[in-house]
């Protein structure tokens, strides 16, 4: 069973095979309350073939996405250096904004999310990482 990493507002879990639901997501509506804004982050690490990662992300994945019940929007993007001269480690970056914390949890929890999180599953570089994080105001 995957153990949470609770920091500053952050829960942080490594994915391996998804769950049949994910009740971690729960911990965030008890640490920081239902009413406010969250967002899935994901982070890709270097998959092998980088050119065909995002072909399949631009043109499988990404629809997927965008057919969730509840995401307000989402964005992804490729990272293109380490300003900071450190190990680029991760490809790429996905953030899902939803309303609150039953909206995510929703989401998550439909046919639709739950294609999204196969999908997932089947592309995601070993060492990949989701985290839910509450918006600031």
């Not at 995002?54 to 307000?72: A, F, N, R, W």
């Not at 964005?75 to 190990?87: I, L």
């Not at 939803?98 to 929703?106: N, T």
């Not at 070993?126 to 105001?137: I, N």
């Amino acid at each position: 069973m995957r153990t949470p990493a609770c920091h500053r507002g952050v829960l942080a879990f490594s994915l391996g095979p998804p769950p049949a639901t994910f009740g971690l997501v729960q911990l965030v509506l008890l640490a920081y309350g239902a009413g406010m804004t969250v967002k899935l982050v994901v982070l890709y690490t270097q998959p092998d073939d980088g050119d065909g990662f995002d072909e399949h992300y631009l043109g499988v994945h990404g629809p997927l996405v965008e057919k969730i019940p509840g995401l307000e929007r989402w964005e992804g993007a490729r990272f293109v250096g380490a300003p900071d001269g450190g190990e680029q480690i991760y490809h790429r970056i996905a953030e899902l904004y939803f309303k609150d914390q039953a909206s995510l949890e929703a989401a998550l929890g439909s046919e639709e999310g739950r294609a999204t999180a196969g999908d997932y599953k089947q592309i995601a570089p070993p060492g990949s990482r989701m985290f839910v994080a509450a918006v600031d105001a």
